[in-house]
């Protein structure tokens, strides 16, 4: 009978702790997602740090070319220093801090496809078996960018879809995170001449 007395006590703390566990759950959760979300913009950041490592090779390769136009080589130091420049929060991602570290990227690209098209005439260049290994380990290195910088966008969406529902949303202080957007004219044809 006196187990009846304290019956209420017990449902309320039963209550009380399964409601606690649930929100320790959600912030658990919540917590892991945004790590996921971090560690994917690290590995888009060491793809592009492979690349940039791997064009000061280029760089060095092309610049034992003789007469090689010494200005092409400087864009391409240039743009590759002003993209190491650029850095990014991951904790604290904002669309401003992805585009600017996007379009810093894609001076890399720009810079580094006029320099394979400018050793193009070069053919003494292209036979070296050390620039035909670097022009393969840039082309691999840009389809592991694309897969990291893919990854990092499915991570942000797992992440968003789940802070931004209810009811975790009721209980996470997460803010959206933005995705990784391609350059502005990336949807335009490439004019290719001759």
Request: hydrophobic share 40%; glycine share 6%; charged share 20%.
């Amino acid at each position: 009978m006196n187990f009846r007395k304290f019956l209420p006590w017990i449902i309320g703390i039963g209550l009380i702790l399964i409601i606690a566990f649930w929100v320790i759950g959600i912030k658990n959760t919540g917590l892991q997602k945004n790590q996921a979300v971090n560690k994917e913009w690290g590995n888009v950041e060491t793809t592009y740090q492979r690349r940039n490592d791997l064009i000061g090779n280029l760089v060095n390769t092309v610049k034992g070319a003789a007469d090689f136009e010494k200005g092409t080589l400087t864009a391409v130091i240039e743009a590759r220093a002003k993209a190491t420049s650029v850095t990014v929060d991951p904790t604290n991602v904002s669309p401003e801090q992805l585009a600017a570290f996007n379009q810093a990227q894609s001076g890399v690209s720009s810079a580094l496809s006029r320099l394979l098209v400018s050793v193009e005439r070069y053919p003494e260049l292209k036979a070296t078996e050390n620039f035909k290994k670097l022009q393969d380990e840039l082309a691999s290195t840009e389809n592991q960018i694309l897969t990291a910088r893919t990854r990092f966008n499915e991570a942000v969406q797992d992440y968003n879809g789940y802070v931004l529902a209810i009811p975790q949303s009721w209980f996470l202080s997460y803010t959206e995170k933005p995705f990784f957007k391609s350059v502005s004219g990336a949807d335009k044809p490439v004019e290719v001449k001759f």
